[in-house]
């Protein structure tokens, strides 16, 4: 009887999704960036906008595109995490 299963390659999934992993931490680097600076410049320029419900509007998309802290569940993984690499 032959098995239905094949054989996994383990260390080949691995490396794969630590490399995905570290391509995708860097975009994610890289729209925050970006999203921090479009961000200011909204912050900037919105007094210009001379329609009160507009301006408003802006605002609001200017907060809601706020990254929110993590929550304490998150904080603590995280320190428990890097404290297991040293």
């Known amino acids: 009887m032959t098995s239905i299963m094949q054989t996994v390659d383990t260390p080949s999934i691995i490396r794969d ?26 912050r900037s320029l919105v007094r210009f906008i001379e ?17 929110t802290a993590p929550s304490l569940t998150d904080a603590v993984s995280q320190v428990l995490a890097k404290s297991k690499k040293t």
Request: glycine fraction near 2%; charge should be neutral.
């Open 17 to 42: 999704a630590r490399e995905e992993l570290k391509t995708h931490v860097l975009t994610r680097m890289q729209i925050d960036q970006r999203i921090a600076e479009l961000r200011i410049l909204l």
């Open 51 to 67: 329609d009160d419900g507009q301006r408003h509007a802006v605002l609001t998309e200017i907060e809601n595109a706020r990254r």
